[in-house]
């Protein structure tokens, strides 16, 4: 319907039913922002009450994970670890001077010097071998002190031995004095400070030449196989590198707890404390030191602190961060966005203060999904109504519109039962009066009379077929009937009141009998309706053309005339009831709008239908379409 249509009156009710919709709309949208709202507020709220739960329960189980390394650092200051433990990190034990790592490979060199060495029972030879230049004699005093029952002064004389050997170029007898040393018959021993195993392996490997025997000396250095210091360790590396080839660095990773060690040697060795713990950065990375001593004896765990916190941040879409006192991050993620839930060190205890967020915060998504139902339901909820007002004032209008046409009909009938009704009257006291100037004259009146009187009746017959019609118990008598028999009847009834004017109904039709199977009756009503139309709205059009013939197995009767002819947007609605066009308006023409209706009623009663072919200007030819009468019968 265009807007123009729309502000027709009645303005007032059309205001009033947009309000009440625009307010009811603006509610509705209006809560809905605030469900939105509050939904989002709570969800906020949810997910900050998660994340506090999720830190109290990082806090307890970094508190359980601490504590429990705690004991094992406790059992195993007494009973040393089983090969290979602890699983991450390193265990140093410190018992009566001495050092041992666990798993050992994870210590490649370490600070502490090695004890000195008692060499006063090599004095003897070594002035033979240095001072008199004696090889042989030394050779000789070696060889004795090499059968000694003493591991450290074995190792020292073979070494030695091996070394006079060497010089003097008896090979095979150095490389024999090496292999001694090498098959464990000096257990640790060291000389000078280096493992006297390293020494006779590296001297193996030279007289060998072998790089596979380097290669797998390089393997043993890097399995920590010999305690060694810095200096040590990277001398036999380097070493063995040259001898095997293979200058492949060793990986940073390999060399970092022992890094570790050494830069915090002093805190390790020398803090007494009989527990402690402590985080230290070596290399821009955090490492947690952690130890339990008793008197004599002292256990260090040196690990990364993300390892202790792995289960404690395994909450999954929460950024979990362990922060040291200086901010600095020394476990998982902390995200910069939002709420985070934060456990201070002071008050959980914990040598780290956590921070847990979430990067999802507050819009989970849950409540993604939520908002999108409620958006939905609130989107729904606004077209109903607005979808509800446009069909209720569409219905107000249509009732109004129907009640304007009614009344519009009421006026119209009343008009055409006055005339006919007037001229009955005036006609009736003349004659009753005997104020008739001539026989003749009375004659003309009782005429129109009768005339009038059958126009009377038809009209109160029209429109109560109508009415039965309209309430669907209308009967019809259906007969054979010859199309051009009841064109010239209805054709024939109107020529007595257009004659005068001067007007004339020509028919004209198929030669041939057009049979058509029809209420009489009715059909007459229906084309009489037509010829009237054609007669009152084309009033300047002297000829009306009725014709009949057969269309594509059908019979079409149709009434033209070259009258002001009919809109396009009027073609449909002329059919209903009480709807009158703009030609009615043009001519001033008064009627009930109900003649074209009752038209469509019978013809499709009938079976057939009735079509319009009109432009403005230039005349319209309304026909009617019946099934032909021989195959109804
Ligand atoms: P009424 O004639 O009482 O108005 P109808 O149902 O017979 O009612 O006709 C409906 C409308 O159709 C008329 O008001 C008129 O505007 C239009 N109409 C019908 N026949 C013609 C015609 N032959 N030429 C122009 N307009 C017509």
Same mark, same amino acid.
């Given at each position: 319907m265009?807007l123009?249509?729309?502000?027709k009156?009645p303005?007032?009710?059309?205001?009033?039913?947009?309000?009440?919709t625009l307010v009811?709309?603006?509610a509705?949208?209006?809560?809905g922002?605030? *469900?939105l709202?509050?939904e989002r507020?709570?969800?906020?709220?949810?997910?900050r009450?998660?994340?506090?739960?999720?830190a109290?329960?990082?806090?307890?189980?970094a508190?359980?994970?601490l504590a429990?390394a705690?004991e094992?650092?406790?059992t195993?200051l007494?009973v040393?670890p089983?090969?290979?433990?602890?699983?991450?990190g390193?265990?140093l034990?410190m018992a009566?001077?001495?050092?041992s790592?666990s798993?050992?490979?994870?210590?490649?060199?370490?600070p502490d010097?090695?004890p000195?060495a008692?060499d006063?029972?090599?004095?003897?030879a070594?002035?033979?071998?240095?001072q008199?230049?004696?090889p042989?004699?030394?050779?000789e005093?070696? $060889?004795?002190?090499?059968?000694s029952?003493?591991?450290?002064?074995?190792?020292?004389a073979l070494?030695?031995?091996?070394?006079?050997l060497r010089?003097?170029?008896q090979?095979?007898?150095?490389?024999a004095?090496y292999?001694r040393?090498?098959d464990g018959e000096?257990?640790?021993a060291?000389?000078?400070?280096?493992?006297?195993g390293?020494?006779a392996?590296h001297?193996?490997?030279?007289?060998s030449g072998s @790089?596979a025997d380097?290669?797998?000396?390089k393997? #043993?250095?890097?399995?920590?196989?010999w305690?060694?210091?810095?200096?040590?360790?990277e001398?036999?590396r380097?070493?063995?590198?040259?001898?095997?080839? #293979?200058?492949a660095a060793v990986?940073?990773a390999?060399?970092?707890?022992?890094d570790v060690?050494?830069?915090?040697?002093?805190?390790?060795?020398q803090?007494?404390?009989?527990r402690?713990?402590? @985080?230290?950065w070596?290399?821009?990375?955090p490492?947690?030191?952690?130890?339990?001593?008793v008197?004599g004896?002292k256990?260090?765990?040196?690990?990364?602190p993300?390892s202790?916190?792995i289960?404690?941040?395994?909450?999954?879409d929460?950024?979990?961060a362990?922060v040291?006192?200086e901010?600095?991050?020394?476990?998982?993620r $902390? =995200?910069?966005?939002?709420?985070a839930?934060?456990?201070?060190?002071?008050?959980t205890?914990?040598p780290w203060?956590l921070?847990?967020?979430s990067p999802?915060?507050?819009?989970?998504a849950?409540?993604?999904?939520?908002?999108?139902?409620l958006?939905?339901?609130v989107?729904?909820?606004?077209s109903?109504?607005i979808a509800g007002?446009y069909?209720?004032a569409?219905?107000? $209008?249509? #009732?109004?519109?129907v009640a304007?046409?009614q =009344?519009?009909?009421?006026?119209a009938?009343?008009h055409?039962?006055?005339?006919?009704?007037?001229?009955?009257?005036?006609l009736s006291?003349?004659l009753? =009066?005997?104020?008739v100037?001539?026989?003749?004259? $009375?004659?003309?009146?009782?005429?129109?009379?009768?005339r009038?009187s059958?126009?009377?009746?038809?009209l109160v017959?029209?429109?109560?077929?109508?009415?039965?019609?309209?309430?669907?118990v209308?009967r019809y008598?259906f007969?054979?009937? #010859?199309?051009?028999?009841l064109?010239?009847r209805?054709?024939?009834?109107?020529?007595?009141?257009?004659?005068?004017?001067?007007r004339?109904?020509?028919?004209?039709?198929?030669?041939d009998?057009?049979?058509?199977?029809?209420?009489?009756?009715?059909?007459s009503v229906?084309l009489?309706?037509l010829?009237?139309n054609? *007669?009152?709205?084309?009033p300047d059009?002297p000829t009306?053309?009725?014709?009949?013939?057969?269309?594509r197995?059908?019979?079409?009767?149709?009434?033209r005339?070259?009258g002001?002819g009919?809109?396009?947007?009027?073609k449909?609605?002329i059919?209903?009831?009480f709807?009158r066009g703009s030609?009615?308006?043009a001519?001033n023409v008064?009627?009930s709008?109900?003649?074209?209706?009752?038209?469509?009623?019978?013809v499709a009663?009938h079976g057939?239908n009735?079509?319009?072919a =009109?432009?403005?200007?230039a005349?319209?030819?309304?026909?009617?379409?019946?099934p032909?009468?021989?195959?109804?019968v």
């Open positions: 265009p123009r249509e729309w502000l009156p303005r007032k009710l059309l205001a009033i039913l947009s309000l009440v009811s709309v603006s509705l949208a209006w809560f922002w605030k *469900l709202d509050q507020a709570v969800e906020a709220q949810r997910a009450e998660r994340l506090e739960q999720t109290d329960r990082a806090v307890a189980i508190r359980g994970t429990e705690g094992r650092l406790g195993w007494i040393p089983p090969e290979g433990k602890p699983d991450e390193l265990l034990v009566d001077g001495n050092l790592a798993p050992r490979q994870r210590l490649l060199y370490r010097p090695a000195p008692d006063a029972a090599f004095n003897d070594e002035v033979l071998e240095f008199q230049a004696a042989g004699r030394a050779i005093a070696y $060889r004795r002190l090499a059968e029952t003493i591991p450290a002064v074995r190792a020292g070494v030695r031995l091996a070394r006079v010089k003097t170029k090979v095979a007898e150095a490389r004095a292999l040393v090498k000096v257990g640790d060291r000389v000078g400070g280096v493992p006297a390293l020494i392996r001297a193996l490997s030279e007289f @790089t380097a290669a797998l000396l393997q #043993d250095l890097l399995r920590g196989r305690p060694l210091t810095r200096g040590q360790f001398y036999y380097s070493e063995a590198a040259r001898l095997s080839g #293979d200058d990986p940073p390999a060399t970092a707890i022992s060690v050494a830069q915090n040697w002093q805190l390790i060795s803090d007494d404390a009989p402690g713990q402590t @985080t230290v070596v290399d821009d990375h490492w947690f030191l952690i130890w339990r001593s008197p004896r256990a260090v765990l040196i690990v990364r993300e202790l916190l289960a404690a941040f395994a909450t999954r929460v950024d979990s362990a040291d006192g901010g600095r991050v020394v476990a998982g $902390r =995200s910069a966005n939002g709420y839930a934060v456990r201070t060190s002071a008050e205890h914990l203060t921070y847990m967020s999802q915060f507050p819009s989970a849950g409540m993604v999904a939520r908002q999108r139902f958006l939905l339901v989107t729904l909820t606004i109903f109504l007002a069909f209720i569409r219905a107000i $209008r249509g #009732d109004l519109a304007r046409m =009344s519009d009909f009421v006026s009938v009343s055409e039962f006055r005339s006919p009704l007037t001229s009955i009257r005036q006291e003349l009753a =009066s005997d104020r100037p001539s026989e003749g004259r $009375r004659h003309v009146y009782y005429e129109t009379l009768l009038e059958i126009r009377l009746q038809r017959e029209a429109l109560l077929n109508f009415g039965r019609m309209e309430a669907g209308r008598r007969e054979l009937l #010859d199309t051009a028999a064109v010239a209805v054709a024939a009834e109107f020529e007595p009141q257009i004659s005068a004017s001067g004339h109904i020509r028919i004209d039709g198929c030669e009998a057009c049979k058509i199977h029809v209420d009489p009756e009715a059909l229906a009489r309706n010829v009237d054609a *007669l009152k709205y084309a059009c009306i053309e009725v014709q009949w013939g057969i269309e197995a059908q019979v079409a009767i149709s009434v005339d070259s002001p009919i809109p396009a947007s009027e449909r609605a059919f209903q009831k709807i030609a009615a308006e001519a008064k009627g709008g109900v003649g074209l209706a009752m038209v469509h009623h019978i009663a057939g009735v079509t319009l =009109s432009e403005p200007g005349g319209s030819v309304f026909t009617i379409l019946l032909l009468g021989a195959e109804r």
